[in-house]
């Protein structure tokens, strides 16, 4: 592990770099052909990831027991690059073409025979574009075909007529989200409706302002998280430095071309976007060999670690009310089966569309891809070590924690008299579980003992309740933020939440309250 906020020794580094030279390794240490697809941390397709993604065989769950009520945050699909990276392309192609320029009128023969061909003349794709970070038609089918695995996977949950406080449907106001929850909706509700060949019909998808939104955009309105990010950026950058200019060292030498490290970088960027979005491979990504991929990928992982990650605990607390949110839906959906409403009168699932700094810090929240003992660490709000660099292992790896339309589901079951898949007592809270799925893949929860189904009251108490001790308000400064104690238990603080949320328009206890949002 590397201690954080460390800058790496020479001689490490120089070491590392070397264990990670060959290109080739040995077949019984990389059984795949290396695609460098597999290695764009956030920026990775979706479909690429979840091939990425090797997980266990998916665990038993007993046929007694039925899915009641589903949580989902996603991360918009892929999108183009934004208004200020389009600018960056634009600048790297002037700068290409000084470049080649300099080849040509240079005396090192050399330089024109190693010049790679399709850098000659080279324009941005999206040259002339004033406008970005719009979803792309592969977004679209992104969220399209997760949609209808959804509703394949949890059939006996979406068979019932369409209804907006049924299921509903929420995304932030940025457009890449809202057109990523369209999407979405399509397939949900494909063949439901009568509109066109599909059958499709109309549906709706609420919104709250980026000023008000604290439990989509939580990180919009936290002074203290952007104080923080403000002051630690610098650190990042001191820290991925010497892995640029290694590898611009290594350019430099192997094209006769004299690139900077800020070169290097927008060539990453460059290839990024022409693997993720163009699928095309043998241009920007062709200049970097297979351990320079790996050490680039570590960097952009280092960044989402430090700054939207595990780095700082200020990073996920600040999400505590999307947690408080999910909780409270799978509480209503607990009371609901309790007192026998009728279809049709409660929610069943709850679906949210937003961003890669959503959906990290809930993802911490719930102690995913930590290092061994890292849970009780997070729990004590204890720093933890960097993510190992390559060639180590890690589990921290952008491509499998947010890739494009990554997510993660919440499935509430209920299992009547049991309890671990045992008989118990008929106490019918301790029936209701929780099944966490990353990506769609479902994983086990550190914060559970390692188990796959969390019983819900044990979900609450190990993995919700640490974070309650903190309130939003006071943690993000908000003006005007009381600083009182909040109610010292769980149950407390939670029907406080409900009371607030009920205020609000939302169903408690059979209330039946129109939502105006």
């Known amino acids: 592990m590397v201690p954080p906020g460390t ?54 769950i007993s046929d007694e027991c039925r899915v009641i009520h589903l949580n989902l945050v996603a991360r918009h699909g892929t999108r183009a690059p934004t208004k200020k990276r389009i600018k960056e392309l634009n600048t790297l192609s002037v700068r290409l073409g000084a470049l080649v320029e300099e080849a040509k009128q240079g005396s090192d023969s050399d330089s024109l025979k190693r010049l790679p061909s399709w850098m000659k003349g080279w324009e941005s794709r999206w040259k002339g574009r004033v406008k970005g970070g719009e979803l792309v038609s592969e977004g679209e089918e992104e969220l399209f075909s997760f949609a209808n695995r959804v509703k394949e996977r949890f059939q006996d949950l979406f068979d019932e007529e369409y209804h907006p406080d049924v299921y509903s449907i929420r995304a932030t106001q940025v457009p890449r989200a809202s057109a990523s929850a369209v999407a ?15 059958k499709n019909r109309a549906f709706s998808v609420l919104s709250e302002s980026r000023a008000s939104d604290i439990c989509l955009r939580f990180f919009d309105s936290c ?27 290594a350019l430099v030498n192997r094209y006769h071309l004299n690139f900077t490290t800020q070169d290097v970088s927008s060539l990453w ?16 990504c062709q200049l970097f060999n297979e351990a320079e991929v790996r050490l680039l990928e570590w960097t952009d992982d280092l960044e989402g670690f430090v700054l939207k990650g595990y780095g700082e605990s200020i990073n996920y607390k600040m999400g505590l009310p ?30 949210r569309f ?37 060639p180590q292992t890690r589990n921290w790896k952008g491509t499998l924690v947010a890739p494009f339309a990554s997510n993660n589901m919440l499935a509430l079951y209920q299992c009547p008299g049991k309890t671990d898949g045992k008989k118990t007592s008929q106490d019918q809270k301790s029936s209701y579980f929780v099944q966490v799925l990353h990506n769609e893949a479902p994983v086990s929860m550190p914060g559970c003992g390692n188990k796959d189904l969390c019983p819900f009251e044990e979900f609450k108490e190990k993995i919700v309740k640490p974070h309650l001790k903190h309130d939003y308000n006071i943690l993000c400064k908000k003006p005007g933020a009381a600083v009182e104690e909040e109610p010292s238990s769980f149950s407390s603080k939670l029907n406080f939440f409900l009371d607030l949320i009920s205020r609000k328009g939302y169903r408690i206890k059979g209330q039946d309250v129109k939502t105006e949002l």
């Open 7 to 60: 800058r790496l020794p020479f001689l490490l580094l120089l070491a590392t770099l070397l264990a990670a030279a060959p290109l080739s390794p040995p077949a019984a240490a990389e059984p795949e052909p290396f695609d460098v697809r597999r290695h764009l941390s956030t920026v990775t397709r979706y479909d690429v990831a979840r091939e990425s993604n090797i997980v266990d065989a998916a665990p038993a």
């Open 184 to 198: 979405f909706g399509l397939g949900l509700l494909s063949g439901k409706g009568k509109l066109g060949a599909g």
């Open 223 to 249: 002074k203290t998280y952007k104080d923080y990010r403000k002051r630690k950026e610098p650190d990042v950058d001191k820290q991925k430095e010497p892995i640029l200019e290694h590898v611009t060292s």
């Open 269 to 284: 960027f460059l290839c990024k976007q022409e693997a993720s979005l163009l699928n095309i491979t043998n241009q920007a």
């Open 322 to 351: 999307l947690l408080k949110d999910v909780v409270q839906s799978m509480e209503e959906a607990i009371i609901a089966k309790e007192e026998n409403y009728p279809d049709g009168t409660y929610e069943k699932a709850r679906l």
């Open 354 to 390: 937003a961003h890669a700094e959503t959906l990290v810090p809930f993802t911490c929240l719930l102690g995913l891809f930590l290092e061994g003992s890292d849970f009780e660490k997070i729990q004590r709000e204890e720093p933890l070590d960097l993510p190992p660099m390559p």
